[in-house]
């Protein structure tokens, strides 16, 4: 099984849509492994956007993402990180297609909703950046028992 980093941003708690997205990826069939509501400092924020330090969006960006509380997340099931890609959607909202969280609920890219890994290798650094080993749960699904 693979997993994936998704990140809800300070913008989908001030508009409280946070259940709505996470139900979309439950819906889909993924497992959530790893849960917390968090107040990401600006050294946090560098070193998971350490690949845009030297872009000029990147001051915005870390404010962004440490101007209220975000939701961090571990995702878990076959082919995790392309999933939740083609569910989240483009990042730039304009190419965003309805359907995809970004194209229902972004209006602007600079504002974003949501992160997720955008490859496996990025999803492992990205979980250990966010999360200790023990707060990952391994549980047994048995919602096969229920239908």
């Not at 250990?128 to 919602?143: G, K, V, Y």
Request: aromatic content about 8%; charged content about 25%.
């Amino acid at each position: 099984m693979e997993r994936s980093f998704v990140m809800l941003k300070p913008g989908v708690l001030n508009r409280r849509i946070a259940g709505e997205i996470i139900s979309r990826l439950e819906k889909k069939g993924l497992k959530l492994v790893g849960l917390k509501l968090m107040q990401i400092t600006a050294e946090l924020a560098a070193k998971h956007y350490a690949e845009h330090k030297d872009k000029s969006f990147f001051s915005d960006l870390q404010a962004y993402i440490t101007s209220g509380p975000v939701v961090a997340m571990v995702w878990e099931g076959e082919d995790c990180v392309s999933i939740v890609r083609k569910l989240v959607g483009s990042t730039k909202v304009a190419d965003a297609q309805p359907g995809t969280i970004r194209g229902d609920y972004a209006l602007h890219t600079n504002l974003n909703i949501i992160h997720a890994s955008d490859a496996p290798k990025s999803a492992e650094r990205e979980i250990a950046l966010f999360f200790r080993p023990d707060e990952i749960i391994d549980w047994e699904d048995q919602a096969a028992r229920w239908f």
